[in-house]
């Protein structure tokens, strides 16, 4: 059964004081989370450069605690890394943390190790690896983890910070707690996953199966064109609001729909949050999410 005179009807409203209640307790959780590193200043700060040639692009994982992640990828055969320790009150504290570098002829592993818990100093890392290289696991506690390029794969994680991504990737897996995920131009398989905060992504295409999730926060997808797809949305204290025709094929309520957008054979969309909206959205030109 078509429901396209039906596809503006999941708009529903979730109660005011829920509303209020969630924004209050949100805004509370990313404080306490962020805002030690997001206004502290730090007196002191040590770069390290390292330059390593590989003979393949293969696998890349870098660990972190304190500090955000930039990885880009590059034509050339080589890892670039740039990092930059800081410390917040004593300049011995710099040779508290170390950067331990394992490479082979196709790999690079970074860890970042801190010497005590606590320690006041964090390091910032912007890296470059060659095209195609696979990123088994780019993860940081405390900091914001940005990529862009083309790679293999792709694995990110932090706890206290938000995700942004953009390029071809065969498969995107992004995972926070405390902070919003920013995808766009993404090929491939797409795995979002967050707990307070928000997911946004934005596609010339839908290449590969599409998964968002999170708990205290909104889901926007924007599309260019017709997707052929499975579609499924769910939300507890929200609305849902989908610019495409729906052939429903499953269960239809005021907050969960299943169906068919075009053919529905193509790749499945799947979006799931408890307090927040879902939008599945046309759009238009270069209009940015």
Not at 32 to 51: D, I, L, M, R, V
Not at 114 to 142: F, H, W
Not at 263 to 277: A, D, H, R
């Amino acid at each position: 059964m078509s429901v396209r005179q039906h596809h503006n009807y999941y708009l529903a409203k979730a109660g005011k004081v829920s509303s209020i209640f969630f924004i209050v307790i949100f805004t509370l959780i990313i404080g306490a989370g962020c805002e030690e590193f997001a206004h502290s200043s730090y007196k002191y700060e040590e770069s390290f450069e390292q330059t390593i040639p590989v003979k393949e692009a293969g696998s890349f994982s870098l660990s972190n605690i304190n500090g955000s992640i930039t990885v880009t990828s590059s034509p050339e055969m080589e890892v670039v890394i740039k990092a930059t320790k800081y410390a917040r009150w004593k300049k011995e504290d710099l040779g508290k943390v170390r950067i331990e570098v394992v490479s082979g002829e196709k790999s690079v592993i970074i860890d970042t190790v801190y010497e005590r818990k606590n320690l006041q100093a964090k390091v910032e890392y912007e890296i470059k690896v060659p095209e195609n290289m696979a990123l088994e696991l780019v993860k940081t506690v405390n900091g914001k983890v940005n990529v862009s390029g083309k790679f293999d794969r792709a694995k990110l994680s932090t706890t206290n910070g938000g995700i942004t991504a953009q390029g071809d990737f065969h498969w995107l897996e992004g995972t926070t707690t405390n902070g919003s995920l920013n995808i766009s131009q993404v090929k491939g398989i797409v795995n979002l996953k967050t707990t307070n905060g928000s997911i946004k992504v934005e596609l010339d295409e839908v290449a590969g199966d599409l998964r968002a999730k999170t708990t205290n926060g909104s889901i926007t997808i924007k599309l260019a064109g017709q997707p052929d797809a499975q579609f499924f949305a769910r939300t507890t204290n929200g609305s849902i609001k989908v610019d495409y025709p729906v052939t429903v094929e499953g269960e239809i309520s005021r907050r969960r729909v299943e169906g068919r957008i075009g053919s529905g054979q193509g790749p499945k969309i799947e979006l799931k949050t408890t307090n927040g909206s879902i939008s599945l959205l046309k759009k238009q030109g270069h209009e940015p999410i």
